[in-house]
């Protein structure tokens, strides 16, 4: 049985992680990722949530240019590193919050689950991507195959997660009203 102590618990660890992976986030968007798209006039991978293509990953990786590939490897992956593990940290705490109020186990643990696989999968992007700014301009298809699948499980992995935490949310304000009302 969960007890007030786990509810004050993982209520202040969501707001940790929460701001930790709202400020590393919008330093990638309003930063990191904006200046790799203004130097290659096209989306950089991580903002590209339907994969590329062998041609398009070439594409990108050439229009970055020596510099913009540096860039990329020692701005942008550095901040996706520590991302991830805090997006995850904050979903899985604000998981664990709600069934400290509600019981809904299943959900919680489907929640949890997505979290930790959009994590997983966007590790393995940025693995994938790292190998490709390196190796650039002797990239395979594979990697880039691989790299792109990771992409795509990384983003239906994130929008799943968020959504379950909105049906979870939604139904934890509902049960604590209909509570306050008996």
């Known amino acids: 049985m969960n007890t007030r102590n786990d509810m004050n618990r993982f209520r202040q660890r969501t707001y940790v992680f929460f701001a930790v992976a709202a400020a590393f986030y919008a330093i990638m968007v309003l930063v990191t990722l904006k200046e ?14 339907t994969g590329y293509s062998y041609e398009d ?4 990786l050439q229009r970055l240019g020596e510099a913009g590939r540096h ?3 020692t701005n942008q992956i550095p901040l996706d590193i520590v991302f991830p593990a805090a997006f995850a940290l904050f979903l899985t705490n604000a998981f664990l919050w709600c069934r400290s109020i509600l019981t809904a186990g299943r959900w919680i643990g489907i929640g949890i689950g997505l979290s930790w696989l959009a994590a997983a999968a966007d590790y393995l992007e940025n693995t994938g ?3 490709m700014l390196v190796l650039w301009p002797k990239v395979s298809g594979s990697l880039v195959s691989v790299t792109s699948a990771a992409s795509i499980v990384k983003a239906g992995a994130t929008t799943c997660a ?3 935490m909105l049906i979870v949310v939604a139904r934890t304000v509902f049960h604590a009203r209909v509570t306050k009302l008996h």
Not at 36 to 49: C, Q, T
Not at 57 to 60: F, P, S, T
């Open 36 to 49: 790799l798209e203004s130097l290659s006039g096209v989306a950089p991978f991580d903002m590209r949530p």
């Open 71 to 73: 860039y990329y490897l």
């Open 129 to 131: 991507i790292t190998a």
């Open 57 to 60: 990953a070439q594409l990108l």
């Open 162 to 164: 968020i959504i379950m």
